[in-house]
């Protein structure tokens, strides 16, 4: 097994977990972690991909997966943002429930 | 003087709403961002009708893209347009046009409005830069800013349900769009290129061209919500506001079914199975009957149509057995895409329509509780027309673009001896028959209860609002009249250039 | 079950089935991946060749600032639009992280610390040419020099006004502008004259790092708790 | 050359143990402290597979930035000491039950 092989397989593994978090754990902030977990297994498997051991990488990946932790950031960013949200009206109409 | 080149416009699509952003970003003054909203979306519109008509006059395909810095594939990135993508691009801008007129007198807080702009011009970006990437990681980048974009409007509505719709709405998106990059990883592993038009030339039928196409398909698909897994369309679709989910259900869910015909047909039609293809076409099927039902059964006006669009979409799978490339010659096969290219026109117009119409109804009623809409027809009746016109399109009656798009699709199954794709056509029809008039039978008959009369003299709705819903409307009417012209238009453009039999 | 955050948990014999579904889809893409080879060569050459004439020398640099910067751009607004999503209403500020702190022995060290922080961030965004760095990571350093001042609650930053808006847009703008004004002189978009591509880089790159500083503390800030909410807490 | 092929053995288990406890962990603070240890780890696969900008960019990003992010939302939302009052087992719980 050569050193790519390895990430190769151990990107497509971390997608494999990520999706199974993202499908049977519950919780929603775990979700939001398990997408993570799914992107940082496809970039794994692109900068793995480019990877040329003993010669120079490929830069195109790298620069794919840059954009991507970006793009990765901002959804991340986004959701929390939204159940934080949530949560708050969620929260406020139980308090207004329990009031009177 | 060598006249106005195509290709130099073709950056501008994109160019032009990611500036009109920024300028919604900067101006503080809202009527001053929706004026020129307005404005820019009229020179969108002149824009894409320009490059729609010169298109005919580029029958070589080279002239057809753009390499943006000059670098050109593999190392730069291409812009490429053909007829059905033109097509697109200017239902696109024909839509958002009377959309952004209905946005600006349908936003009324200053802080949705604000917000609304930007968002707005960036989703015509992405839409935009959709129908002209010729480039598989760029297509993951403006899948993103469409998804992101489109979850931010969802939940401009502010409420609960419209929130939760839009969380599940983004984790959906961002998974659809995980399976794409993984997807397209592996062809980057393989082919060690990111254009399109090198993938197809070079992307052989074996096991790791298989695993992309598969997981790109269910990528698309979650995007495109293909009916096992349209679970997050409904609630996302009609929780949203009236003109959101118009161009939701109008524009967003066709860009990336665009992006499936394209790799299923184009790309890597090399690793695509007869299996695969007739797959796609069974479950549109069932999306068109399932999601028919699921309308008819709805109670909230909103939650009836977006589950119509389940079922529309699934007509547009339909593409699949009818232009499989194995199973009918290049005739049929572009006729089966002139359909299709057809229906997703003539829905983009009439449901943007019924959205725009329901969304009236919602405001002016104070509610859109299907049981409680009776004699609303009397206060709303331009609206009320819209909403009809534009089921009897959904319906598939003349004179309609959604009548000739179904019409096409009837003679192309027959013509290609597959007859029960036409009857699942004809059940559809009148499905959305028994779901459309259920409606109006409610509207135009009986008066409405007293208290839901006084609340509505007070509410006194905008007339653009009523008028943009309709010329909506009157937009699938005319499809209905000037098919030929549509047609010859996609015909001339080489749609999906492999059908043309050159090589991209 | 509709209204908790936490999703309920599916039924037993559905996680199973989903379960071995996904082990199942995992095992069969590693196979394919193992079997199928050596990756194939990609770019490494095409971006080599044409290096000299990106106005960089990092090579990844050269990529996502020149070769594909239409991507970088599209990057850039991807912020954008999580930035008008959260960004608060006009006229509302952004609450500091923590109220307002007394503790003179930490606003003394982020006295130290948020200079060095602006200084190697500007040396990141300066050595991209050459090195490893860029505007994203420089952004994010900035962005956690300002996270630091937030703390302090001796700035508050009000992202609802026009300053803080344009600030947000002026990456996006700058890069749009410069891709559409290159095009006076090369014809084309993106297409930087060669003599002038270092110097145009580094104009994009430095508006870019000041909006994506800006966005990611927009977004941490959108983020903290209200301190409305501690003061009044049981 | 074979103590590297090690360390990229053990690395890779190390980025995989890591991401399915952060997954199963059921306390909130811990799963979002275990991704972050996540994203420094796998800064180190970016460091052993020769893409240093990447590296940086996991660090300042996906490790710190995302961490930072997670851990805003959770002292948001579920951190509060407050008593859910929702009786159906509400929001609150789901997550931050150390068992």
Redesign the interface.
């Known amino acids: 097994m050569t050193q790519d092989l390895i990430y190769s397989v151990c990107g497509i593994a971390l997608f494999g977990i990520g999706l199974y978090g993202l499908i049977i754990v519950p919780h929603i902030l775990q979700k939001i972690l398990a997408v993570n977990i799914m992107g940082v297994g496809v970039f794994m498997l692109l900068v793995a991909a480019g990877h040329n051991p003993g010669g120079v990488s490929d830069p195109v990946p790298h620069a794919m997966v840059l954009t991507g932790i970006v793009v990765a950031v901002a959804g991340t960013a986004l959701a929390l943002s939204l159940v934080c949200r949530i949560g708050e009206l969620q929260r406020d109409g139980a308090d207004e429930e329990a009031a009177p | 003087m060598n006249g106005l080149q195509l290709q130099t416009l073709l ?1 501008w699509l994109v ?1 032009l709403p ?2 009109a ?2 300028a919604t ?2 101006l ?1 003054r809202l009527w001053l961002c929706r004026w020129l909203s307005v404005a820019l979306s009229a020179a969108q519109l002149a824009l894409a009708l320009t490059v729609l008509l010169l298109l005919p006059e580029q029958s070589d395909s080279a002239a057809r893209r ?6 050109g594939a ?4 291409d812009l490429y347009i053909d007829g059905f993508a033109a097509l697109l691009l200017a239902t696109t801008a024909a839509v958002g046009f009377l959309l952004s007129i209905y946005s600006g007198a349908y936003f009324n807080e ?2 949705k409005a ?2 609304f702009w ?2 707005w011009w ?1 989703l015509m ?1 992405a839409l935009n ?1 959709i129908f002209l990437a010729a480039d598989a ?2 297509i ?3 899948l ?2 469409l998804g ?2 489109a ?2 409007l969802v ?1 401009l509505q502010g409420s ?1 349900p419209a ?2 719709a ?2 599940r709405y ?2 959906v998106g ?2 659809g769009s ?1 399976c794409y ?2 997807g397209v ?2 062809l ?7 254009d399109l038009a090198q993938l197809a030339l070079q992307a052989q039928a ?3 061209s298989w ?1 992309a196409l598969g997981l790109i398909t269910v990528g698309l698909l979650l995007k495109t919500a293909l009916l096992p897994l349209h679970f997050w369309l409904p609630p996302a679709h009609s929780s949203a506001p009236a003109p959101v989910s118009a161009a939701l259900s109008g524009l967003v869910v066709k860009a990336s079914f665009y992006l499936l015909a394209r790799f299923w047909l184009e790309t890597l039609d090399t690793a695509a199975t007869a299996g695969g293809l007739q797959m796609l076409g069974a479950l549109g099927a069932a999306a068109v009957l399932l999601g028919s039902l699921q309308a008819i059964r709805a109670r909230r006006l909103k939650l009836l149509v977006a589950y119509s669009t389940v079922a529309q979409l699934g007509y547009l799978f339909l593409l699949f057995p009818l232009a499989a490339p194995l199973a009918a010659g290049p005739g049929i096969a572009g006729a089966a895409l002139d359909a299709v290219a057809y229906f997703i026109i003539a829905h983009a117009c009439a449901k943007a329509a019924m959205f725009l119409a329901a969304g009236n109804i919602q405001r002016a009623a104070g509610h859109d509780d299907i049981e409680r809409l009776q004699g609303i027809a009397r206060r709303l009746p331009l609206s009320l027309l819209a909403f009809g016109v534009a089921g009897a399109s959904l319906i598939g009656l003349p004179p309609s673009g959604g009548f000739i798009a179904k019409w096409l699709l009837l003679d192309t199954a027959i013509d290609s001896g597959q007859w029960w794709w036409a009857a699942v056509a004809i059940g559809g029809g009148l499905l959305a028959a028994v779901y459309v008039f259920r409606v109006l039978n409610l509207a135009f008959a009986g008066s409405s209860s007293t208290a839901d009369a006084l609340r509505m003299r007070r509410l006194r709705l905008p007339k653009t609002l009523s008028v943009s819903a309709f010329a909506l409307a009157l937009m699938t009417v005319l499809l209905g009249f000037n098919a030929l012209w549509v047609l010859d238009l996609l015909d001339i453009g080489a749609p999906l250039s492999y059908l043309a039999g050159e090589t991209p | 079950m509709f209204h908790k955050l936490d999703g309920a948990k599916l039924p037993l014999g559905l996680r199973l089935i989903c379960s071995a579904a996904i082990a199942a889809l995992t095992a069969v893409l590693i196979a394919i991946v193992i079997l199928s080879g050596p990756a194939a060569p990609g770019l490494q050459a095409e971006v080599a060749a044409q290096l000299a004439r990106s106005g960089v020398d990092n090579p990844v640099t050269a990529v996502l600032l020149n070769f594909r910067s239409y991507d970088t751009l599209l990057e850039v607004a991807v912020l954008l639009v999580v930035a008008v999503a959260t960004m608060p209403a006009p006229g509302r500020r952004l609450r500091p992280a923590l109220a307002p702190t007394g503790d003179m022995v930490l606003i003394g060290l982020i006295d130290l610390v948020v200079p060095v922080v602006v200084v190697v961030g500007a040396y990141l965004l300066w050595v991209g040419a050459y090195a490893p760095g860029g505007a994203f990571q420089a952004g994010a350093l900035l962005a956690g020099a300002g996270v630091l001042v937030s703390i302090t609650g001796r700035f508050q930053f009000s992202f609802g006004a026009l300053p803080a808006r344009a600030i947000l847009a002026l990456g996006l703008l700058t890069f749009t502008v410069t891709a559409a004004a290159v095009a006076l002189q090369t014809g084309v978009f993106f297409q930087y004259p060669t003599a002038a591509a270092g110097v145009l880089i580094l104009f994009i790159e430095a508006a870019a790092t000041i909006s994506i500083a800006a966005t990611l503390v927009l977004l941490y800030g959108s983020l903290v708790p209200p301190a409305r909410e501690q003061e009044s807490g049981p | 050359m074979d103590s590297g092929f090690l360390i990229d053995l053990v690395l890779a288990a190390g980025v995989l143990i890591l991401a399915w406890l952060s997954l199963v962990a059921t306390n909130l603070f811990k799963a979002i402290v275990l991704f972050i240890s996540l994203g420094l780890l796998v800064t180190v696969v970016w460091v052993r597979l020769g893409a240093v900008d990447v590296a940086i960019a996991e660090a300042a990003i996906g490790a710190g930035l995302t961490g930072a992010l997670l851990l805003a939302a959770w002292r948001r939302l579920w951190s509060q000491r407050r008593p859910v009052r929702d009786a159906s087992g509400g929001d609150d719980s789901g997550g931050d039950n150390v068992s």
């Open positions: 950056p160019a990611l500036l952003a920024v970003v900067l503080q753009y390499a943006l810095g000059g670098w593999p190392l730069g990135i200053a802080d604000a917000r930007p968002l960036l970006v830069g990681f760029n993951y980048v403006t993103e800013i992101l974009s979850v931010a939940a609960l929130l939760q839009a969380l983004l984790l961002l998974l995980l990059l993984l990883a592996l980057y592993r393989a082919y060690g290129t990111l074996e096991p790791l695993a």
